[in-house]
């Protein structure tokens, strides 16, 4: 398993507990669901992490959908 960092995040109040409730709903603790959403948006613009020794669970190195749309708009 990769290591994992811990890292302070400071949030709007009312950020905090809509992810919150979006985690209840998900039956994901918070941690997991910002982590969730941290590597969707990072997929969707196409900076995901490559994966490869050491990195972390479901990590890709694949192209995203948007990447690969605009190769074939080219």
Do not use: C, H, K, Y
């Amino acid at each position: 398993m990769a290591e994992r960092r811990p890292f302070l995040l400071r949030l709007e109040p009312g950020t905090l507990e809509a992810l919150q409730r979006w985690a209840a709903e998900e039956l994901r603790s918070l941690n997991g669901q910002i982590e969730f959403v941290l590597r969707r948006a990072l997929a969707e613009a196409g900076r995901a992490p490559r994966a490869g020794p050491g990195a972390a669970p479901g990590a890709r190195g694949a192209r995203t959908p948007g990447r690969a749309r605009r190769r074939l708009e080219r």
